[in-house]
């Protein structure tokens, strides 16, 4: 079978997507795998589909590089709103239903795409560290000399540890810099670090914003590029109204055959 896809990137977080709304794609777990896969397929850290579905401007479907269907993607939620106005869905601002329910965004001057998050109750906390959900779980380090920092073995052993190991978790680290935060990611189901993960850099911004009240936006800077994240605290714990702000791009497009 010829599949004709299409790759996006945001912040160097980057994404197969193919356009069902005809709905004829149904992908294994070994096919999503394989067209994820650097050497043998395409290459990208996830996979989505742009599906319809009734009363919203289409359906966000995401699979990991692993090939599994997994929880909200941020970066890619910002890539398919780019996609879906290429396609010629285009709206002053978008409405569209993702695994964690409805989100809104807008292109800003054709460039950055700003992406509504679901709204955050709860924060959980071990020593320094704080545990999560902004659609996808996360774990939230604060490090320092961030830049030479082991992310990949010292995510693996958090994501691996007898806590996480069975549903996982992705691990963000996190150094305060002199405006905003820097942000590495070790992302679960690429089982790697990947350059940017969107929900990551939102969980880290509002654990920055929890430690130091009163910050309404805070400007991000990830090993794949630059991100802010702005929202309404509206209790200890709880933020309201959260934006992921961020570029989004088309890089190429292409025809696989995943017989
Ligand atoms: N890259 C993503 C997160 C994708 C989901 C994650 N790997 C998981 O399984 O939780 C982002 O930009 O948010």
């Not at 955050?120 to 774990?139: A, C, K």
């Not at 400007?219 to 991100?227: A, K, M, N, S, Y």
Request: proline share 2%; charged share 25%; net charge negative.
């Amino acid at each position: 079978m010829d599949i004709h896809f299409f790759k996006y990137q945001g912040t160097g977080n980057d994404f197969i997507i193919i356009d069902n709304r005809d709905g004829k794609v149904h992908f294994s777990t070994e096919q999503v795998k394989h067209m994820c896969d650097r050497r043998f397929g395409i290459g990208a850290d996830g996979l989505m589909l742009l599906n319809t579905r009734e009363g919203y401007d289409f359906e966000m479907k995401y699979y990991n590089a692993d090939g599994r269907e997994s929880t909200m993607c941020g970066n890619g939620g910002r890539c398919l709103v780019k996609f879906a106005h290429h396609r010629g869905i285009s709206r002053n601002k978008y409405h569209f239903i993702a695994i964690d329910g409805p989100h809104d965004a807008t292109i800003e001057d054709n460039r950055w795409v700003h992406l509504k998050m679901k709204d955050v109750d709860g924060l959980q906390h071990n020593y320094t560290d704080t545990i999560l959900n902004t659609g996808s779980p996360h774990y939230v380090k604060p490090v320092s000399d961030i830049r030479h920092y082991d992310v990949v073995g010292e995510g693996k052993a958090i994501r691996y540890n007898e806590t996480y190991a069975q549903e996982g978790i992705n691990v963000n680290f996190v150094e305060e810099q002199a405006k905003g935060i820097y942000v590495r990611t070790y992302e679960r189901g690429v089982e790697d670090e990947t350059l940017s993960c969107g929900t990551g850099v939102t969980a880290s911004a509002l654990v920055f914003a929890h430690n130091e009240n009163g910050f309404n936006r805070v400007e991000i800077q990830t090993p794949g590029g630059r991100l802010a994240v702005e929202f309404e605290k509206k209790g200890e714990a709880q933020f309201e109204n959260i934006w992921l702000c961020g570029p989004a791009n088309f890089v190429f497009s292409g025809t696989i055959n995943i017989d």
